[in-house]
């Protein structure tokens, strides 16, 4: 209870801290001004010295000059009618020509010094120095004086406004503070209805205690919401436990909480049906949960339960258990270790969940892909056994069938120089149709095996100077273009990976179909360029032949299709599905635009490596 006689109560206080706060800021104020003031005197007082020296000076300079030290002396004494002046003199070239006074210590005077001229006509002749000291105690005992007078009156005013303060707050405050401690006991008391305060208390109106009242009711209000609040969440919780429960043992997951210094193994109810165990039958500690993991699994759970401990990984392995009917599940555990402010563990709490079916599910992956294996083992046997064949076969064609070609194309050499005499026309018509076919028969069976080799030839992947493979491709393709005009626009080409002697040939076909398809102009065009786009090379060839339709583009790269006959253009159809199949190897793109008779574009792509990237 608040008592008016207690030295701790709000009202002296309050009063004792606005005494010290007036008291500090009064002597503050005082010492301020007694500063200020010292300030403002010292100030005046240089102000009278220049005064004094511009009344005084004229009159000692000429008694200077004409060196009257009487008259010298009898001017010195008057200055020390001047207020504070306590000694005055003066010297010439070092020594005292007069003085008057007493010497103060240095602290509690103010010195100062001015000089003595003679104006004779034009010229200014000086004679010496006038030095003045003012005794500066005097002046600051008046100012202590006036600034301790000033103090009590100040002190007077404080305790007046104290006391005033006292009795005011005690009877606007400390009273009504009483009533309210009085309220605030009966409702700790356990009386209800004290949870609303009367209003108002004593004086009528809307002042700061009325609205604490007001704020108290307002409290009042917010815990009986509080209250209700409370109970729902109860019943809210209670319900949320049981779903959480439902989705626990839906999805076989079960909860455990150990304290481990205390060796106390809690298990939330999921945790029973996870492993099959009764509440009852179950110890609650680590050793009997530890009896239900398979033996061959303990000593790895156990070494992950000490590394946790140890703080080096949170505790998350797989393991197995034996349920008390002899079947094993499959676990995974995941936990939390909580530790004191030393690191010391002091619970762990994690999840079990049962992963049996995953297991299988795996075991089974494992089984399917060993399967899988095996097949393509097999399957890879079958390609190589393949590939042979087809070598056999390339070799057969390389050999077998290039003799009887040799033998047709030579007896029909033969043929014509020992019997042209005797042939018709007809006849040597029908031999040089004979010796064409062979040898056209003999250019297929050389793509045809160009065509394969590049589809099985090992690729030695190397750096690959474009310029240094289209030259050498263009040397042997100019062999043929005697006496044509061919205007070659060729850019430099950057580096590139690949296989040099396959690129070389890619450059081949490509110049080789432009000249070919060029042959019906009178000026050759033919444009070699290069770009970089996406991270991949492209390089284009560009000519103005007879070029072709767009919309059989789609079978340009296929094997023996050509859209020219033979009496036109000559060829296999075999080049350009060569162009497209070493390309695929090196993991680029080759397409081609084109407009009929006004010429044709092949571009083709290769991706770009780390180093030509650099460059």
């Known amino acids: 209870m608040l008592s008016r006689g207690d030295f701790n109560s709000i009202a002296y206080r309050m009063t004792a801290s606005v005494l010290v706060l007036s008291l500090l800021l009064a002597g503050a104020s005082t010492m301020g001004l007694y500063v200020v003031s010292s300030h403002e005197e010292a100030d005046k007082v240089e102000r009278d010295l220049r005064q004094l020296v511009k009344t005084n000076v004229p009159g000692i300079n000429e008694s200077l000059w004409v060196m009257d030290m009487r008259q010298l002396q009898i001017q010195l004494n008057s200055l020390l009618n001047i207020p504070h002046v306590t000694k005055a003199q003066v010297e010439s070239g070092g020594q005292i020509l007069a003085s008057t006074g007493n010497n103060l210590p240095d602290e509690a005077t103010i ?327 062979a040898r056209q028969m003999g250019v297929l069976i050389d793509d045809l095996l160009q065509f394969s080799r590049t589809g099985r030839a090992e690729i030695h992947q190397e750096r690959v100077d474009m310029n240094k493979a289209m030259e050498e491709a263009l040397v042997t393709l100019q062999e043929g273009c005697a006496g044509r005009a061919i205007e070659w626009a060729i850019e430099k080409l950057p580096m590139v990976r690949g296989d040099f002697a396959l690129l070389r040939q890619v450059w081949a076909n490509l110049l080789g179909n432009a000249v070919k398809y060029t042959r019906t102009r009178e000026t050759t065009r033919i444009t070699v360029s290069s770009s970089r786009e996406n991270d991949e090379d492209i390089f284009t060839v560009t000519d103005n032949g007879v070029g072709f339709d767009m919309q059989y583009a789609g079978k340009l790269f296929g094997v023996f299709q050509r859209l020219h006959t033979q009496e036109e253009f000559e060829g296999t159809g075999i080049g350009l599905a060569t162009v497209q199949r070493i390309i695929n190897r090196h993991g680029g793109r080759v397409w081609a635009e084109a407009e009929l008779n006004r010429g044709a574009t092949f571009h083709f792509t290769l991706p770009l490596h780390t180093e030509e990237s650099d460059v």
């Open 111 to 437: 010195r100062r010094s001015f000089a003595l001229n003679y104006r004779l006509e034009d010229r200014i002749i000086p004679l010496g120095n006038l030095q003045l000291q003012v005794n500066y105690n005097d002046i600051s005992k008046d100012l202590l004086s006036k600034a301790h007078v000033r103090f009590l009156f100040q002190l007077g005013q404080i305790a007046l406004v104290a006391v005033f303060m006292l009795f005011i707050f005690r009877q606007i405050v400390t009273r009504r503070l009483e009533t309210f401690e009085n309220h605030i006991s009966e409702l700790n008391r356990g009386q209800t209805d004290a949870l609303v305060l009367p209003k108002p208390m004593f004086f009528k109106g809307n002042d700061e205690l009325d609205m604490l009242v007001q704020a108290f009711n307002n409290m009042s209000g917010q815990l009986r919401e509080m209250i209700s609040d409370m109970k729902q969440a109860e019943e809210d919780l209670r319900r949320m436990n049981e779903r959480f429960s439902l989705a626990t043992h839906a999805a076989q997951l079960g909860v455990w909480d150990w304290d481990i210094p205390k060796n106390e193994l809690a298990w939330e109810e999921s945790m029973y049906r996870l492993y099959a165990i009764q509440r009852e039958d179950f110890g609650g500690a680590y050793d009997a949960w530890a009896r239900t993991i398979h033996p061959l699994d303990k000593a790895q759970t156990e070494g992950e339960i000490q590394a946790a401990l140890r703080g080096e990984r949170e505790y998350a392995p797989e393991f197995r258990i034996v349920l008390p009917d002899g079947n094993i599940r499959y676990i995974k555990a995941n936990s939390q270790t909580f530790r004191d402010e030393n690191g010391t563990p002091l619970r762990m709490i994690g999840t079990n969940i049962d992963i049996t079916e995953r297991k299988l599910a795996e075991e089974e992956v494992r089984r399917l892909n060993a399967e899988l294996e095996r097949r393509v083992t097999e399957r890879t046997a079958q390609l190589q056994a393949a590939n042979q064949e087809l070598e056999a076969f390339c070799y057969s064609v390389s050999h077998d069938l290039r003799a009887p070609l040799r033998h047709i194309d030579g007896y029909v050499d033969l043929l014509v120089s020992r019997c042209r005499d005797s042939l018709t026309d007809k006849g040597l018509h029908y031999a040089d149709t004979i010796a064409a076919s």
